[in-house]
């Protein structure tokens, strides 16, 4: 499916020779989605995307269902995974009830979601800032204790749509404090999509100025203004090596009034290949996978590599 | 429209103060949309777009009508834009008879267009590469003569849909070319969408090392594979100070079987805003004007800023 020879693999000095993507279609992308899909249909689609040598696939959220109907059946999709490695499926967790049932589960990798802003963190979250910290912070130490890897995922750290800009002293605040709290990594999540490469690069160079390593940081970009992979490579450049994604771009429909579009792992991948960067991804199996997963929801995929791809045969 | 104080500008160094947008959806745009828009819409059109600030607004082509049925009113059209500066659009000429055509209505700026691949030469232009070359030289010297300056497209400068990856020294050999001839300035163009980042940044060095100043030098990429602002960007810390693109994306229709689609100009602006580069375009202008064309054409844009942007009021 891919073309022959394409992408031509240009590598270029100073940037990581591998990246880890941490997908998010099953989760992030389904829970954006107006349709619910079945859960075997979700099961398999978590086994084609770590079959397609995805290396983490985000898969569900154990939030409160009535929030996010989409993924009420967390209990009933992880069992359907157990030939997969729990370390490989990380799952959203926001309370110390979330912990209990991920934990009874077999969960090895769960990820708490802080926002950077005010606003936010009421209308997501209905706390402050500090407050949601100290959700989290039982959250946490209990997930060490059991030997779990913690991601934290920091929403709005450029732009809120409230608030407009973001200082990055209160994002590189945020940020030290989730590290304080324990957490292992951390996701920095433009959410609506307006970073654009400079802000990222000075963000990073800030946080490593606070003492928080480029090591522990991953990006988690939105297409909404077409910057998502503009400032992947300007994160690459400052050595991130762990970038979010979502097969498909799944979670902002593109004909929606309000398409907040997570990045698309198949334009990713092909930055990436492209660069000589390895990923461990087979794209012809994504792609075919989103293709799939596209039919299932009844509309074309956003990501424009799925596009030009499924229609080269 | 636009989200107040978004994006926010972090500018960083190392990259140009300044960027000259060459904005090519009037011709490049028009000619690869399947609607035949009227001559008076398209006058509207570009009136509009060089009352956004774009500086540079190529008008049309003066290729037999018989090849390009969309522009085949570029007689009619050039006079209705007497208004404008004719040092501000550039149209594109292919031989001496449409040299002719073109200086006759008082063209100030012309582009011709070679390809670094025999495959496409031949298709395109029914002729070798040199063929085409030795087409181009007596327009070009004619061009010169009157004062006129003169472009140089080349196509296929990454990948080529019948030969696959293009070797750097190949496009590196018409480039000179195209200067011995006389050209004033080049645009490299990835025609197939296939560049990433590394190979944009080797390719423009290779140019550099043969003797081709940065500053004869534009980029034209097509967003086919969500490519285009990441390489860009990778073309702006080159050094790179023209970049073509398209308003509204207009030239690949996202639904269409092969999209070929044009960086959208509104993507692009966002970018070089937030990177705190001047350009001189009003962003809600031009946004407006792509929304505008979007229904004349019946279709939503496929740029993700003007579909962001006129979703927000």
């Not at 619910?36 to 689609?45: D, G, S, Y």
């Not at 100025?209 to 297409?223: C, I, M, N």
């Not at 503009?230 to 429909?253: E, I």
């Not at 461990?280 to 996978?289: I, P």
């Amino acid at each position: 499916m891919t073309a022959a020879g394409l992408p031509m693999e240009v590598a270029v000095e100073g940037l990581p020779t591998r990246v880890r993507i941490h997908e998010v279609g099953a989760r992030d992308g389904l829970q954006n989605e107006g349709t619910v899909v079945p859960t075997e249909i979700k099961a398999e689609f978590i086994h084609r995307l770590a079959a397609a040598g995805l290396p983490l696939v985000e898969a569900t959220s154990f939030v409160h269902p009535r929030w996010v109907p989409q993924l009420a059946d967390a209990e009933q999709l992880f069992p359907l995974l157990g030939d997969l490695d729990p370390h490989r499926l990380p799952v959203l967790v926001p309370n110390e009830r979330g912990l209990d049932r991920a934990l009874a589960l077999g969960a090895r990798r769960i990820a708490v979601f802080a926002s950077a802003t005010e606003s936010f963190a009421k209308a997501n979250l209905n706390r402050t800032v500090d407050g949601a910290l100290a959700m989290f912070a039982p959250v946490v130490d209990r997930a060490k204790d059991a030997k779990v890897h913690v991601r934290g995922y920091l929403s709005m750290c450029f732009g809120d749509p409230w608030e407009g800009p973001v200082p990055i002293a209160r994002v590189v605040r945020v940020c030290r404090a989730l590290l304080d709290l324990g957490c292992d990594e951390l996701s920095l999540g433009d959410t609506i999509g307006v970073a654009t490469p400079g802000h990222v690069q000075t963000l990073l160079a800030s946080l490593n100025e606070a003492g928080v390593p480029t090591s522990r940081l991953g990006v988690h970009f939105h297409d909404t203004y077409g910057q998502a992979l503009a400032n992947t490579f300007a994160a690459l450049q400052h050595g991130v090596t762990t970038v979010d994604a979502s097969a498909g771009g799944l979670g902002g429909c593109p004909y929606a009034k309000s398409a907040t579009g997570n990045l698309a792992t198949e334009d990713l991948v092909w930055m990436l290949h492209g660069l000589g960067i390895e990923t461990g991804v087979d794209l012809d199996r994504l792609t075919a996978t989103s293709v799939w997963m596209a039919e299932v929801l009844g509309r074309p995929s956003p990501s424009r590599t799925v596009r030009a791809l499924s229609h080269k045969e």
